[in-house]
């Protein structure tokens, strides 16, 4: 018998038999419903059999039987009132147990987001991305046909989608494009560093996502809740379709603050802050200003995440404040990282290592943050050092600068779309998703093994957008992308370490050595950061101007020529 719990109550399982009651009665479970209709298969025991030895038991039954493949809309609603009905916990089964998945995720399409219901059921092994409709419509098969359809449909606004829409119009103004983002805010994330250390305001950060939008393209205000790739169609929330002829898929990525244990009840309250939020990045820096003495941590999660750099940069800036301030002496930094190294590419590392001596921050690797008590101003710690046994260690704080976990958006990893790891499963070169040839994704949501940054966005945009008009024009791809990203890591007020490299590290410096030198700290990068890089994103990328974004030509390679 193969059990797959879905939810507190219910488990499926493929067919059962007489024999396997006592099992069952013995696991706890109090009632079963039968969800494979008699006489389906030669050696299958009929629900009388499974009902007499479950009654013998004491265990209560329910025969709701589906033909295969056919789960009508009513036999949905018998499930979940059979569910609510029944003593918990309950065993549904069919011949696979599929037909009671999909019942559960039918009956429960009301009660759970359409995410949750993917995920737990995906968790059981049963893929309900065919129901995915249905279940976006509350459970009921939809009866609008009307669905809107464009050439082509991009998820998510942010910084990849919109520069993406932006270099497709520049190439073809008259594709019919349409953004969907339920947002109303676009930020320019790369600027929350700047306000955690009180250099940018909070508002220069942000914008309607109205105003970005480019003119001609559509903007469907609302959130993708799944994809059919089969139907070329994406699903809104509320069970809209959307279908396409092409799609990029940009969505960002997930911070899962519920990750960490009390965290999100103290976040923005008893020194507990991040730049990883709007709202947030103001508070670092009101503690920062306040901070005459005690300890400042400052944490990193395993990766991937997006802007490696910045729990790094949060720590410099709030050290180079203390130092000019007087109080560095009396403050006690230390930088908890769960991953093993300062910086994943070598080369910057002396540039940073000066400036953690300079702050005299304590580094300590392989300290994964798991859960904090705000109020006591505690943190603790899993200590993962390799080959030795997983500890823990709580630390005392005054304050603590938080960088979340980061995942695929929930959506993203029960879709089609996902690799094992939950990530869009692109060519890491044309960035052409790797089962659907005409669904392309850029940003921090596809798995290329790049630095998740707006500096990668801003390269990926121009690339996805050739390659899209080409495959349009019946070619194969034409450009590639170099796995460019960058971190301008902010050592002091006044100076940055300009971290730019491609796929395995290889350094891709946007400026001769002599004008700016990355792997040491200079005032040139800090004027790229403050005073250049804004205006590029806001107004060059956004808007498909492509400055230092060129799209690479794929190599063409020829056949040699026939021997005379
Ligand atoms: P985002 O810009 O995050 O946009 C995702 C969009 O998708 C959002 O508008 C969202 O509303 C939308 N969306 C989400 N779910 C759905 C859905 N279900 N349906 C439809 N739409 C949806 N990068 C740098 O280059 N340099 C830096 O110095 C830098 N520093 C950073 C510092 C911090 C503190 C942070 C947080 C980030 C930093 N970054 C930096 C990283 C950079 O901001 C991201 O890599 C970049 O924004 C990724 O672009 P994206 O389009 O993939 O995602």
């Not at 709202?279 to 995440?305: H, K, N």
């Not at 403050?331 to 940073?352: C, E, H, S, T, W």
């Not at 170099?482 to 050592?491: A, F, I, N, R």
């Amino acid at each position: 018998m193969e059990l797959k719990k879905i939810s507190g109550n219910l488990t499926v399982s493929p067919q059962i038999s007489v024999s396997d009651i006592a099992a069952l009665k013995a696991g706890g479970f109090r009632s079963i419903i039968c969800n494979r209709p008699d006489g389906e298969g030669a050696d299958q025991p009929t629900f009388d059999e499974i009902e007499a030895a479950a009654k013998a038991a004491g265990i209560e039954t329910r025969y709701i039987p589906i033909k295969s493949g056919m789960v009508r809309d009513e036999d949905a609603e018998d499930f979940g009132k059979a569910l609510d009905e029944l003593p918990a916990p309950t065993l549904a089964y069919c011949r696979s147990g599929t037909r009671s998945a999909t019942l559960w995720s039918l009956s429960q399409a009301r009660k759970l987001p359409i995410a949750h219901i993917l995920a737990v059921t995906k968790g059981a092994g049963y893929d309900m991305n065919g129901v995915a409709r249905r279940i976006a419509n509350g459970g009921k098969t939809p009866t609008d046909v009307g669905d809107a359809k464009y050439d082509i449909v991009i998820v998510g606004g942010g910084a990849g989608g919109i520069a993406v829409a932006s270099s497709l119009r520049v190439r073809s103004p008259d594709l019919e494009i349409a953004i969907i983002d339920p947002a109303d805010i676009h930020y320019y994330q790369p600027g929350w560093t700047m306000v955690g250390g009180g250099i940018f305001e909070p508002q220069q950060t942000a914008k309607t996502m109205g105003s970005l939008i480019p003119t001609g393209v559509k903007w469907i205000k609302a959130a993708v809740a799944a994809f059919e790739p089969d139907n070329d169609a994406v699903i809104l929330d509320g069970c809209r379709v959307v279908k396409y002829n092409r799609l990029v898929v940009a969505p960002g990525l997930k911070l899962d603050w519920g990750a960490i244990e009390g965290l999100e009840e103290t976040l923005g309250r008893n020194g507990v802050t991040s730049n990883y939020r709007y709202d947030l990045a103001p508070y670092t820096w009101e503690l920062v200003s306040e901070m005459r003495e005690g300890r400042a941590i400052f944490t990193q999660p395993p990766m991937p995440i997006k802007c490696a750099g910045a729990p790094q940069k949060a720590m410099y800036l709030s050290g180079d404040a203390w130092f000019r301030r007087g109080v560095l002496h009396n403050i006690d930094i230390q930088f908890n990282n769960a991953g093993g190294v300062l910086f994943g590419v070598k080369d910057y590392v002396p540039a940073l290592m000066e400036y953690v001596a300079k702050y005299d921050a304590t580094l300590n690797f392989f300290h994964n943050l798991i859960s904090i008590d705000g109020v006591a101003k505690k943190a603790t710690f899993k200590v993962a050092k390799p080959d030795t046994e997983p500890t823990t260690v709580t630390m005392d704080f005054d304050m603590i600068h938080v960088c979340p976990p980061q995942t695929a958006p929930d959506f993203i990893r029960v879709s089609p779309l996902a690799d094992a790891a939950g990530w869009v499963d692109v060519d890491q070169a044309t960035l052409r998703h790797k089962t659907y040839a005409n669904i392309w994704s850029l940003g921090d949501v596809m798995n290329a093994p790049n630095a998740k940054t707006a500096a990668a966005a801003r390269k990926q945009a121009p690339t996805v957008a050739e390659n899209i008009i080409a495959d349009i024009r019946g070619g194969s791809a034409v450009a590639q992308y170099d796995g460019y990203g960058s971190c301008p890591l902010t050592v002091e007020r006044g100076k940055i370490v300009l971290a730019e490299f491609g796929y395995g590290g290889v350094l891709k410096p946007s400026f001769p050595k002599a004008i700016l030198d990355g792997t040491r700290p200079s005032r040139a990068a800090w004027f790229l950061k403050e005073k250049m890089l804004p205006p590029i994103y806001w107004k060059a990328m956004l808007r498909g101007k492509e400055w230092l974004a060129k799209p690479e030509p794929i190599a063409v390679t020829r056949p040699a020529p026939a021997a005379e």
